[in-house]
Structures are given as C-alpha cells and as structure tokens.
C-alpha cells in the first residue's frame, strides 16, 4: 500500500557504466520529482516532471537524464556514471494543490 | 537557493521544547516541513501557504512570518519519537510545485 515504490533499493556500479533508476506510484498524481541526499547538503533536486513528457531540470541535473511515458512511472537515468554521482536517491509524488511530497523508500547508489 | 535551517542540531530532554527556524533570501509562497528517521525517507509534518493558512499535527505547529520569509517549527513537550532529522523545503512561486529543501536539523530526544 506503498503508493510509491523505486527500484532498486541498492546498486553499485562502475564508473563509465549507465545506471537507470525506476520510480512507480499509484496514487495518479501529476508531479514527480527526483532528488538526491548527501551528507551536509540535504536533499537537492534533480529533475521533475509536471505530467507525461512533460520534464524539467532541477539545480543540480547535470549528468542525469529522465524520462516519463506514463503517469506512474518516472526514470532517472544517469548516462555515465561517475564517483560523484554515488548518493542516495529520492523519488517524490505530489497531487495538484497544497499538499505534501510522499517519497519514496530511496535507492543508495555506489559508483565504483 | 537553498533555505538556512537554525540551528544545525539540538539535543534535549523528554518533555522539552524546541524551535527549529528556516529562513529563505526569496520571496516564499509556502514552507513544508518534514522528519526524517535513519535510514528512512522523509515524512510530510505540514505545510503553511502565504497568507497564514496552517496545517499541522498536534504538539507539532508552525509559524511562517511573510515580511521575514521565515518559518518556525515548534515542538512542545518532545518525546524520543520526535528525534530525527528536520527538513524545511520552499516553494518561491504559487504552483511552482518544486520545492527547494534546507540542509536539516538533526533533533535529538534523550530520556
């Protein structure tokens, strides 16, 4: 009864290889949003989408890719993965109107 | 930009209370706030819209002051399961719908 699941819940990668992160919900909403958490930043957003291909960058996008071709899923996809790209990784939905972001359990990236 | 959380960690005893505060150089249409536990994701506490509009749980409130784009959140008689991590996150324009968080307020509750 989640309402919004990521996968997976952990990776390790290599540097150079491309990575995708998968963000399912079933609650219908129309935002979703990717953020990451490191320690001393707090969490910082990647990208969001506003409905089905309708994507925008967020502060810190670069190396990073989305896509959304349907309403209940939002990718992340990191191109080439690289030692500073290792995080934890935040999927979040939100309903049109005022209230709150429902996250996601999270997926701990280590590039290697 | 990011919103300045104060202060950056607090410890207290069961039974006291605490303020959290969030500031922001920009022009604020609504705070959020959030906890989040160890390991786990943040959760939704509340959110205050321009204009004062306030929704909350109990023994948890907030207050944001417009003229100041500042927020407070208050914690009244704490208890150990209020310890956590503290998040205030911005929204700068009315349907914006993204939200710029602070670094955090790392709270924690001892017996």
């Known amino acids: 009864d989640a309402g919004i699941t990521q996968s997976p819940r952990h990776k390790v990668t290599e540097t150079g290889t491309p990575v995708t992160l998968r963000c399912h919900q079933t609650?219908?909403?129309?935002?979703m949003y990717w953020y990451r958490q490191d320690p001393g930043h707090g969490l910082r957003l990647i990208h969001y989408?506003?409905?089905?291909?309708?994507?925008d960058k967020g502060e810190v996008s670069d190396g990073y890719s989305v896509s959304r071709s349907k309403t209940e899923d939002f990718l992340l996809t990191l191109e080439s993965a690289t030692s500073s790209q290792t995080s934890v990784y935040f999927c979040?939905?939100?309903?049109?109107?005022?209230?709150?972001?429902?996250f996601g359990s999270g997926t701990r990236l280590t590039v290697v | 930009q990011q919103p300045v959380q104060s202060p950056q960690a607090v410890i207290l005893r069961e039974g006291e209370d605490a303020v959290i505060n969030c500031s922001s150089s920009?022009?604020?249409?609504?705070v959020h706030w959030y906890r989040q536990k160890h390991g786990e994701a943040p959760v939704f506490l509340m959110i205050?819209?321009?204009?004062?509009e306030q929704k909350g749980h109990e023994k948890i409130s907030a207050s944001f002051n417009e003229k100041k784009q500042q927020s407070s959140l208050y914690l009244t008689a704490s208890q150990l399961s209020y310890s956590g991590t503290y998040f205030c996150?911005?929204?700068?324009?009315?349907?914006?719908?993204?939200?710029?968080f602070g670094k955090g307020t790392k709270l924690s509750v001892i017996p």
């Open positions: 979040a939905i939100s309903g049109k109107g005022y209230y709150g972001y429902t």
């Open positions: 609650e219908n909403h129309r935002y």
């Open positions: 989408s506003y409905g089905v291909k309708d994507t």
């Open positions: 920009k022009a604020l249409y609504s």
């Open positions: 205050l819209l321009k204009g004062g």
């Open positions: 996150g911005t929204e700068a324009g009315a349907g914006s719908y993204q939200l710029t």
